[in-house]
């Protein structure tokens, strides 16, 4: 676990380091600023969250997400992203009550969202999983379900490091 987030911290530092002269990475940097502080602004607490890291996973997990609206209107939807590609195209989608960034997967960050949000479950669509994400809804008892990934014994979660 030590290696993986000195590996987040170090992946976040790069980002930051060539955003002034990359346009997705800036774009990343500026969709996360003050993240938490404006979901917690939106109220979005007792959510059903789906995080798709881009656009292709926001079109695998839409179906999912629009039965869940047409079953459960009560409950607001909140839609995170990791990429700008995703993010830029669906800020603005309807199915979603509010769309943002996820921050980065540090301990203190998953803690922080999962304050902010409350929400009543978790859906990750494919492969984006994030680790201190993962052991903080598992703390808080908020059910993580994973949609539309297909696993092989050769994937990467399965190597003995």
Same mark, same amino acid.
């Given at each position: 676990?030590?290696?993986?987030?000195?590996?987040?911290?170090?992946? @976040?530092?790069?980002?930051?380091?060539?955003?002034?002269? !990359?346009?997705?990475?800036?774009?990343?940097?500026?969709?996360?600023?003050?993240?938490?502080?404006?979901?917690?602004?939106?109220?979005?607490?007792?959510?059903?969250?789906?995080?798709?890291?881009?656009?292709?996973?926001?079109?695998?997990?839409?179906?999912?997400?629009? &039965?869940?609206? @047409?079953? !459960?209107?009560? #409950?607001?939807?909140?839609? @995170?992203?990791?990429?700008?590609?995703? #993010?830029?195209?669906?800020? &603005?989608?309807?199915?979603? =009550?509010?769309?943002?960034?996820?921050?980065? =997967?540090?301990?203190? &960050?998953?803690?922080?969202?999962?304050? /902010?949000?409350?929400?009543?479950? /978790?859906?990750?669509?494919? #492969?984006?999983?994030?680790?201190?994400?993962?052991?903080?809804?598992?703390?808080?008892?908020?059910?993580?379900?994973?949609?539309?990934?297909?696993?092989? /014994?050769? !994937?990467?979660?399965? !190597?003995?490091?």
């Amino acid at each position: 676990m030590i290696f993986y987030s000195v590996a987040i911290y170090v992946y @976040t530092f790069f980002i930051y380091l060539i955003s002034p002269f !990359h346009q997705k990475a800036k774009k990343w940097v500026q969709g996360r600023k003050d993240g938490i502080k404006k979901l917690k602004e939106a109220n979005m607490q007792e959510c059903i969250w789906f995080h798709c890291s881009s656009l292709g996973e926001f079109e695998q997990g839409r179906p999912l997400m629009a &039965h869940i609206r @047409t079953l !459960h209107p009560e #409950y607001k939807i909140l839609l @995170t992203f990791f990429s700008p590609s995703g #993010y830029e195209q669906k800020k &603005h989608e309807p199915l979603a =009550d509010y769309v943002m960034y996820l921050p980065s =997967d540090t301990a203190q &960050h998953a803690k922080a969202f999962l304050e /902010a949000a409350k929400p009543r479950i /978790a859906v990750f669509v494919k #492969y984006d999983l994030w680790l201190h994400v993962l052991f903080a809804c598992h703390k808080r008892e908020v059910p993580f379900f994973l949609i539309s990934a297909e696993f092989r /014994a050769s !994937h990467w979660l399965f !190597h003995p490091l």
